[in-house]
């Protein structure tokens, strides 16, 4: 790889970490205003999101600009390197998409709201969290631009952690949008045509359970939620 190839996989590296942040910044918890509730969070994926740019950065680059046996690379090769940038430039495009689709009902997977109504449109006719998948995308794509096993490990705990965090968002959604489970039904999660697990056959036999009298899931919003038939899309 030429010394102006690891450059400009260096420059998209930083840009790939950056521009999220400046497209997913909202002054004052913007997100939050006017809506009616909160949905269950996983807390900490903010800080999971932090700290693995930051390690992509560093592991990235170095393995851009070096072949260290430790850095695991299986590749150093400037024609994976631009395959590599293709694949987060489709994935920035889907991530920029999802989020306009959104508009206000956004709001992000560590500190979320209820949104006015359930987004089926866009991106969302197809998956129910294009914004992760978007993410995993770019990811994907640093992992091909760099070549380091170390950024595949990285990309498997940023899978989990967009799993775990759907999850948890879905199970609410269903509890204020009774729709939002027919809309379940006919979209999948992160990959079109791929369903990997029935996001509500736990919540099914939960509500079960609570109409009985046995509730195993708990709500973490403050107030009953309030079931309006028009409500204001969930991300």
């Given amino acids: 790889m030429r010394p102006i190839d690891a450059w400009i996989g260096f420059a998209v590296l930083i840009g790939a970490a950056i521009a999220p942040s400046y497209l997913f910044w909202h002054s004052m918890r913007a997100y939050a205003s006017g809506k009616e509730g909160r949905l269950r969070s996983l807390t900490h994926l903010r800080g999971i999101d932090r700290w693995l740019r930051i390690f992509a950065v560093v592991i990235g680059g170095a393995a851009l600009f070096r072949t260290d046996p430790p850095l695991l690379e299986w590749h150093h ?6 395959i590599g940038v293709l694949v987060i430039v489709a994935g920035a495009a889907l991530l920029v998409v999802s989020k306009r689709t959104l508009g206000w009902n956004y709001s992000p997977g560590f500190d979320g709201y209820v949104p006015f109504r359930i ?15 978007a993410r995993l995308i770019i990811a994907a794509g640093v992992c091909l631009m760099t070549g380091t096993t170390w950024l595949a490990l990285a990309w498997l705990v940023a899978a989990g952690a967009y799993w775990r965090a759907a999850e948890l968002e879905e199970i609410d959604l269903g509890r204020w949008f009774p729709i939002y489970h027919l809309y379940a039904q006919r979209t999948n999660r992160f ?39 028009g409500a204001p899309d969930a991300a």
């Fill in 77 to 82: 090769s400037a024609q994976w390197m631009y």
């Fill in 119 to 133: 987004v089926d449109d866009g991106p969302y006719r197809y998956l129910r969290h294009p914004i992760y998948t």
């Fill in 191 to 229: 990959v079109p045509g791929i369903r990997l697990r029935d996001a509500f056959a736990r919540h099914r036999s939960a509500v079960q359970e609570e109409r009985s009298g046995t509730p195993d899931v708990i709500a973490l919003t403050e107030v009953e939620p309030r079931r309006a038939s």
